[in-house]
């Protein structure tokens, strides 16, 4: 199965949308609860991310029996040091972005530790391409 | 110790969600940072927070938290007022800072 969502860059008030979608469709799918809490953990840093960093965003979520696969991909500012991102701590974040506690600088981190592969790619000045992999019989986390 | 004993124990007002009331609480986490709260607070915590946006149920949502106090008597947004329905977390208020509600919670939970 596959779904595509959009999403717009500042738009705070629709944050965190396609994760609770996505939630509801785990749900339907009947995957396990705590993989399911991960996943949508994982979606929901990454859909922020695009709302506090870049311009405009597109979610793919591809599920098959096997692993779910997130691609998030926006067009923004792009990462030009990702180990450096990757950090605790490291944020970029603006004053009106880091006063609704956002820019923690855990983000990136939160999703690492909820997927079992995530992968960046990013262009400077063009946008990043976020894919998030986790697998839905539990063997491989 | 449910949702519901705490707020009568600590006086909170319940500005929405009711229906989460019965809830257990098993412990809470004191953040308004939000990342910080995704990757740290506990299911059933209690977040104590002066965050008042929307984004604060989602967050308790995700990580399945008991529910949320906001401090200094401020007043959340109609849309997390709406969405704390929604989730059913409750959005609890109180007149005291942040210091004196973790300072109430904690001997109500952990002394
Ligand atoms: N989609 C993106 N486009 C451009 N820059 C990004 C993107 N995602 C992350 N970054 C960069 O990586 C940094 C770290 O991201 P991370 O999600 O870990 O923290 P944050 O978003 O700043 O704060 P938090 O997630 O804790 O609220 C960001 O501050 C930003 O500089
Ligand atoms: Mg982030």
Redesign the interface.
């Known amino acids: 199965m596959q779904y595509r969502y959009k999403i717009a860059g500042g738009d705070?008030?629709n944050?965190?949308a396609v994760?609770?979608s996505v939630k509801k469709t785990l749900r339907q799918l009947n995957i396990d609860h705590r993989l399911s809490?991960r996943i949508?953990?994982a979606l929901?840093?990454g859909e922020?991310n695009v709302v506090a960093h870049a311009y405009s965003g597109i979610i793919d979520i591809d599920i098959d029996h096997e692993r779910i696969k997130i691609r998030i991909t926006d067009k923004g500012p792009g990462i030009v040091d990702i180990a450096k991102a990757m950090e605790e701590g490291y944020s970029t974040a603006s004053t009106q972005v880091r006063e609704?506690?956002?820019?923690?600088?855990?983000?990136l981190?939160?999703m690492k530790?909820n997927s079992d592969s995530m992968q960046i790619t990013s262009e400077p000045g063009i946008g990043t391409v976020v894919e998030l992999t986790t697998y839905l019989n539990g063997n491989e986390g | 110790m449910k949702i519901s004993e705490i707020v009568n124990r600590l006086n909170l007002k319940v500005v929405a969600g009711a229906d989460g009331l019965g809830a257990e609480v098993t412990g809470g986490y004191v953040s308004?940072?939000?990342?910080?709260v995704?990757?740290h607070a506990a299911e059933g915590n209690i977040w104590i927070?002066l965050?008042t946006?929307?984004?604060?149920v989602?967050?308790a949502?995700?990580?399945?938290l008991s529910a949320i106090i906001v401090v200094k008597g401020s007043s959340p947004a109609a849309?997390t007022i709406r969405k704390s329905n929604e989730e059913n977390i409750p959005l609890l208020s109180t007149g005291l800072d942040t210091f004196r509600i973790a300072g109430e919670l904690y001997n109500l939970l952990l002394k």
């Open positions: 705070f008030s944050a965190g994760a609770s809490k949508v953990i929901y840093e922020v609704m506690g956002f820019g923690a600088g855990m983000g981190s939160n530790k | 308004d940072l939000l990342s910080d995704i990757g927070t965050q946006h929307q984004n604060i989602a967050v949502s995700l990580k399945e849309d």
